[in-house]
């Protein structure tokens, strides 16, 4: 697979979720997504319309982070979040399962939430992913989650939070590969630093990266590219 500079850097999601930056952190992030080409900034909530405004004059999107990282809130809460950050500027949003109610065996429950999330989405054409947080899954219930993804048809599936006891896996990325085909697109998020492991994982079936390793990853692949140029 040979991607150009430009491809690779619109299939990137550039994360800062920490509860802990500044808004000048914010600032230069946005201004970073502009210079390199990303797809998206990924953000939580509140700086939303701080960065919305910021990359007001660029294709750059803002992709929230709902019920994040937990996913401990109830399905009403989540859906208002959704509505609430679009209505503010988003123009992709992420959440998280509710991993109690899943573990649980609660499978209706999971399929009501993803559907009001999703229907608030496409209200507005805005993106929609359902992040998993594979690490704390049986393959059994990826499945599963799989299976309700292709009823409801969220736009993406995503494998993982980044803030968990594990990030994506190639495994994890074949296996919804293989789930969904071509039905819902696969995100994968966590431990993604290089351009060899954003490659590899593209190569399995993600069609979007999230990654807060994002310049390091293009440099590097700009250099690798250049190399094989001489």
């Known amino acids: 697979m040979e991607l150009t500079v430009k491809e690779l850097a619109n299939m990137i999601d550039h994360t800062l979720l920490k509860p802990f930056v500044t808004e000048d952190d914010l600032k230069a992030h946005c201004e970073k997504a502009m210079e390199y080409g990303f797809k998206t900034v990924a953000i939580n909530n509140a700086p939303v319309p701080f960065c919305k405004e910021v990359l007001k004059d660029s294709p750059v999107l803002c992709d929230a982070a709902v019920s994040f990282p937990l996913g401990q809130c109830t399905i009403e809460t989540k859906v208002f979040e959704t509505r609430d950050v679009i209505e503010k500027g988003a123009g992709e949003v992420d959440y998280v399962v509710n991993i109690v109610e899943l573990k649980s065996g609660n499978w209706d429950y999971i399929e009501k939430e ?60 074949k296996l919804m590969k293989e789930c969904v085909g071509d039905a819902i697109k696969i995100k994968a998020a966590g431990g993604i630093h290089t351009y060899e492991e954003a490659l590899a994982f593209i190569e399995a079936g993600a069609s979007r990266i999230g990654t807060s390793s994002g310049i390091n990853i293009i440099d590097g692949y700009k250099e690798k590219l250049n190399q094989n140029n001489l």
């Open 114 to 173: 993803m559907k009001g999330i999703v229907d608030v989405c496409n209200e507005y054409n805005v993106t929609s992913k359902v992040i998993f947080e594979n690490c704390y899954l049986t393959d059994d219930e990826k499945r599963k989650l799989c299976e309700i993804a292709l009823r409801v048809k969220p736009t993406f599936i995503k494998t993982s939070t980044g803030f968990g006891t594990g990030g994506a896996t190639l495994e994890d990325v």
